[in-house]
């Protein structure tokens, strides 16, 4: 089937690298006679038919540019029926032949339904910053907030030391560990704290009592929104827990831990909340990179009508992965990072 307009779209958290993405959709398809129509605000623009044709004018000077010019929601396409027969209809309407759905889990888990059950023409490109999306090595996003959490550490590090203080920097990856990871491993942190692993305070406070009879009197710990402590040593009252461990929204552990360890050793601690300003702002030279090599391969793979496939990074490569594969599993912290970052614990 030749394809003569392409959807595309940008759906879930934003990402730094989501323009670049953008970008390079159009100008590939520019390559091959193929018009791009930008649907707005993911799944909600196909649905209420906001779109916008992408042109090589509307796309000048975004790829240096955070977030993403055509907006983004988090809306199922296929919550109930009416909602799926708009989405029909606008199809139809706007004439797509294709579409590529840029997302992260559940962005792509809506697009996969959709191909899966109604047949549309899908290819998926991956983002997040979390990292976490099986199938491809690298996501975009997760560079770019690796060097925002790197450098509030670095910062944090100067400042804790003038105050002999504990810093509790929390930050962003939902259920994995590997803005943490990366993060405390970068920025030199003394005690990092994953999903993956659940933490002992009784241990955490070993450690840091432990640095200050070697008379390094400050500490950092780095805390994924996601890190739990261990069943075994649970300090947290059942509020607490629903609080801050949400289904839809983390975030919280961060002055929960901080508490515990002043109330447990007496040293004054401080929290420090990245939060979204992980995810804004200028893209790195590597995201904006993979963004752009997964924009264009996404291009071709509508030409050689791989649908329900997502385009992925594999090694040095770019390659083609069943969107089912990507979505099946979450891409926990791998065990030799988390290996090479207690190394630096204490
Ligand atoms: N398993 C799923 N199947 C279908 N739709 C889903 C699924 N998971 C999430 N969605 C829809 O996709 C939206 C975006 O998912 P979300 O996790 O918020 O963003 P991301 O695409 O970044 O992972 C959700 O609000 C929800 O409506
Ligand atoms: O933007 P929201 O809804 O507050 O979500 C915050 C979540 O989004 C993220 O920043 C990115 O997650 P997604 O890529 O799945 O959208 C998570 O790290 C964080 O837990
Ligand atoms: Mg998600």
């Known amino acids: ?14 990402a730094p690298g989501l323009n670049a993405a953008l970008r390079a959709v159009v100008r590939r398809a ?6 791009v129509l930008g649907i707005h605000q993911g799944w909600n ?16 000077g975004i790829l240096p540019r955070g977030g ?4 983004t929601s988090r809306i199922n396409p296929l919550e109930t029926d009416e909602v799926a027969e708009r989405v029909r209809a606008n199809w139809r309407k706007y004439e797509l032949d294709a579409l590529v759905v840029i997302g992260g889990e559940g962005t792509l888990s809506a697009a996969l339904d959709m191909h899966r059950r109604y047949d549309y023409p899908i290819v998926g490109v991956p983002k997040t910053i979390d990292n976490d999306l099986c199938g491809t090595d690298m996501t975009f996003g997760f560079d770019t907030a690796l060097s925002v959490a790197t450098e509030a550490i670095d910062r944090l590090h100067t400042t804790a030391e003038s105050h002999d203080r504990v810093m509790v920097v929390e930050v962003m990856g939902r259920h994995a560990g590997w803005i943490a990871a990366g993060a405390g491993i970068a920025g030199g942190a003394d005690i990092i704290l994953v999903p993956e692993h659940p ?5 955490v406070c070993q450690i840091l009592n432990h640095r200050k009879s070697l008379g390094r009197f400050f500490s950092i710990i780095v805390v994924a929104e996601d890190a739990h402590p261990h069943p075994d040593e649970d300090f947290l009252t059942a509020e607490e827990r629903e609080r801050v461990f949400q289904h839809t929204r983390l975030g919280g552990i961060g002055h929960l831990l901080a508490q515990k360890i002043e109330e447990l050793t007496g040293i004054e601690t401080r929290v420090t909340v990245l939060g979204y300003t992980q995810r804004g702002g200028v893209p790195t030279a590597y995201d904006r990179l993979l963004a752009t090599r997964l924009g264009v391969k996404a291009v071709d793979m509508v030409r050689a009508g791989e649908f329900g496939y997502m385009a992925a990074l594999q090694g040095q490569h770019m390659v083609s992965v069943p969107i089912a594969h990507a979505v099946s599993c979450i891409k926990r912290l791998d065990d030799e990072l988390y290996e090479t970052a207690r190394v630096f614990f204490g």
């Not at 089937?1 to 934003?14: A, F, H, I």
């Not at 520019?30 to 018009?35: A, E, N, T």
């Not at 933490?199 to 241990?203: A, D, N, P, T």
Request: overall charge positive.
């Open 1 to 14: 089937m030749e394809v003569r307009t392409l959807g595309v779209l940008t759906g879930g958290g934003d």
């Open 30 to 35: 520019m390559q091959y006679g193929i018009r």
């Open 45 to 60: 623009g196909l649905i209420h038919g906001r779109v916008e044709p992408l042109t090589r004018y509307s796309i000048s």
């Open 68 to 71: 993403t010019i055509l907006g």
């Open 199 to 203: 933490f002992r305070i009784s241990e």
